[in-house]
């Protein structure tokens, strides 16, 4: 008989199936990845919840680290078994039209299909996990897997800083501070930014503050661009990042840009994204409007050296360790709300 492992699947509304599955070997360009840590993201959270019995069934955990346990042939990654990784389970053809323009967070193929015969998703809620060679990001030994599993939302806001072009000195608004804002308000510390953090929960905003952010606003009870213009930068701030908020939050970011400044929208709205705007207000004022979705392969890559060598820790953003047995538990623990990232460890 092979080998088993243990899987599990999302097979309606709030319900989790631990499957056995048959224990793969790593073809052609392949690597045989033993998960360690997955997190619950708020993605899988709304697989979760959600009502169309279509959805399903759906196998979810997308922030992946683990232990390098079997190579394939021709894997081109610097790869030994036993590294610890971090993976970046998203499909990268690497000829399509944006992989070729170095955007390969918009690769045409990201979502290709799964093998035939093997459920949708991304597969992490896993015991093992088979994955393709440039899915894989060594990252130090040291730092800890449920740490590590943190690589992909870190290489989302790599990326969207990235976009925001920071100069040292600037003045950057992070609008949220679940652990989105977080990362990118840490980020930006790190690009030599003075930074505010906007969030109206108190005890986030004291978050922010250990964090070692400069200044805290609850956006409900001040005014933003006020409170920005007054204490930190008369002219506004060059950088306003949009991780939460909706509508209002919007408004306050177009209010708080400086002259030829920038706004990130990193975060998406729900359930509807429709805002006024006005054009004269841009042509005048010269500020431009970004979006950033998902991470590409160099801001993966930035997302782990940064989290192998300290410059950011994320271990104020792991509010709760859940073993894998109890992803039930882990999802209901997740949508309570109040958590930054709850992280289910595997094969402990
Ligand atoms: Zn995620
Ligand atoms: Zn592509």
């Known amino acids: 008989m092979s080998k088993t492992y243990k899987a599990a699947i999302m097979t309606g509304p709030r319900t989790i199936e631990i499957q056995d599955m048959p224990l793969p070997e790593p073809g052609s360009g392949e690597v045989l990845i033993k998960v360690k840590a997955v997190g619950i993201c708020t993605w899988e959270q709304r697989a979760y919840t959600k009502e169309k019995p279509d959805a399903f069934p759906f196998w979810g955990g997308h922030e992946i680290a683990g232990i390098v346990e079997k190579i394939g042939p021709n894997v081109k990654n610097d790869l030994k078994v036993g590294d610890?990784?971090?993976?970046?389970?998203?499909?990268?053809?690497?000829?399509?039209?944006?992989?070729?323009?170095?955007?390969?967070?918009?690769?045409?193929?990201?979502?290709?299909?799964?093998?035939?015969?093997?459920?949708?998703?991304?597969?992490?809620?896993s015991e093992y996990l088979l994955v393709r060679g440039y899915e894989c990001y060594k990252v130090d030994p040291e730092l800890p897997f449920v740490e590590a599993a943190v690589s992909e939302p870190v290489a989302c806001c790599t990326r969207s800083v990235r976009q925001c072009e920071i100069s040292f000195g600037d003045t950057v608004v992070v609008q949220g501070a679940g652990i989105m804002g977080l990362i990118h308000a840490k980020l930006c510390k790190l690009r030599g930014a003075t930074v505010v953090v906007s969030e109206p929960d108190a005890k986030r905003r004291?978050?922010?503050?250990?964090?070692?952010?400069?200044?805290?606003?609850?956006?409900?009870?001040?005014?933003?661009?006020?409170?920005v213009r007054k204490n930190v930068n008369p002219h506004g701030a060059e950088v306003v990042i949009f991780t939460a908020g909706g509508q209002a939050a919007f408004k306050q970011a177009i209010e708080a840009v400086a002259v030829g400044g920038r706004v990130m929208l990193y975060g998406s709205m729900h359930p509807s994204g429709t805002v006024t705007i006005d054009a004269n207000d841009i042509h005048y004022r010269e500020y431009c409007l970004l979006g950033s979705s998902k991470h590409d392969k160099e801001s993966f890559r930035e997302a782990t050296a940064l989290l192998s060598s300290g410059a950011i820790s994320v271990k104020d953003m792991v509010s709760a360790v859940v073993p894998f047995e109890k992803i039930k538990e882990g999802f209901e623990l997740a949508l309570a709300g109040g958590q930054y990232r709850v992280v289910l460890s595997v094969n402990e």
């Open 84 to 125: 610890h990784v971090a993976v970046a389970s998203l499909t990268r053809c690497g000829e399509c039209y944006f992989c070729r323009k170095g955007m390969d967070n918009q690769c045409l193929y990201s979502e290709a299909p799964a093998k035939e015969g093997v459920t949708p998703g991304p597969r992490g809620f």
């Open 206 to 227: 004291e978050n922010a503050l250990k964090a070692g952010m400069d200044y805290v606003v609850d956006p409900i009870n001040e005014n933003l661009a006020e409170f």
